[in-house]
């Protein structure tokens, strides 16, 4: 199965910053079928980005989603308020569809 | 607009077997598949498998192979996941997710509660 990793584990940023978060497969990703999510404490997972770079609709520009083969990236242009979250990678290329164990975004 | 409610928490003796629902709205349901994820406390998100809203497909992950399974309802636009032979590692929150073969999952049900304790 395609393992992902995520790095760093904790990114430490203030408000107005750029975030920029690591996903890299054990294996090279087929048709570049990589998601990022974002979840809330207590909140279901929200589509971010699909398909390596689309975002998803609804989905504001300062999401962005670069990468192919085996290294993805998820850039914030700005952090607002509300996207200090958990961010998490997800393939559906290959069954088992597998996810990174995330990264988690905080107020510094 | 698309939602998927999902069935209420439970808690599970071992050995025991669980069934959670997920009842979908605002989209054709035949259309789409349905996906099972669980996040498990301090756990990566784990696929489980997926069911092909249409045809009624299936499709399991090894590591559930035996315990699970996936199923639609016959009329309504529902599906169902029902784990066997509980386990305390098995204590999760639940998630089913509207996606496809090769669809990312772009709704998802708020999530069921599935606690396993003697």
């Known amino acids: 199965e395609i393992v992902l990793t995520q790095s760093p584990g904790t990114l430490s940023l203030s408000p107005g910053e750029r975030a920029t978060l690591s996903c890299r497969a054990s294996q090279k990703i087929g048709s570049n079928y990589l998601v990022w999510f974002q979840q809330k404490p207590g909140q279901a997972p929200r589509l971010l980005i699909y398909?390596?770079?689309s975002r998803a609709t609804g989905i504001p520009d300062r999401f962005s989603g670069s990468g192919s083969g085996t290294d993805f990236t998820l850039t914030i242009s700005r952090l607002e308020p509300e996207d200090f979250a958990v961010y998490y990678c997800?393939?559906?290329?290959?069954?088992?569809?597998?996810f990174g164990q995330g990264t988690k975004v905080q107020i510094k | 607009q698309i939602q998927l409610v999902q069935s209420g928490a439970e808690v599970k003796k071992p050995g025991a077997s669980v069934n959670i629902s997920c009842k979908t709205s605002?989209?054709?349901?035949?259309?789409?598949?349905i996906h099972w994820v669980r996040q498990a406390p301090g756990q990566r998100f784990e696929w489980m498998g997926w069911i092909n809203g249409g045809s009624g497909y299936t499709e399991y992950a090894r590591n559930f192979q035996g315990r699970v399974t996936i199923s639609r309802g016959t009329s309504a636009s529902i599906a169902y996941m029902e784990l066997t032979s509980l386990r305390s590692e098995d204590t999760a929150v639940y998630y089913c997710a509207r996606g496809g073969r090769i669809r990312p999952l772009d709704s998802w049900g708020q999530g069921t509660l599935v606690t396993v304790s003697s």
């Open positions: 398909d390596a770079s």
């Open positions: 605002g989209y054709v349901f035949s259309n789409y598949a």
């Open positions: 997800q393939q559906y290329a290959t069954s088992p569809w597998t």
